[in-house]
């Protein structure tokens, strides 16, 4: 199964290349796509409230 760094390393590689594509959508979303794509990155990562500031998504 591989070492728990290398579950680690490959949690991030995937949490960052699902970023990338949420980020891709929000360019062109409506209000209410945004709302829901919001609700995506908090459910993806822990940092998620700085990370919405930072894209300008906060409440």
Do not use: F, W, Y
Not at 23 to 31: E, F, G, I, V
Request: proline share 2%.
């Amino acid at each position: 199964m591989g070492s728990e760094r290398e579950r680690e390393l490959r949690r991030r590689r995937k949490r960052k290349k699902k970023m990338n594509l949420i980020k891709a959508r929000l360019k062109k979303a409506t209000s209410s796509e945004k709302e829901v794509l919001a609700a995506k990155i908090r459910r993806l990562t822990p940092g998620a409230e700085t990370l919405l500031s930072s894209l300008g998504l906060k409440k």
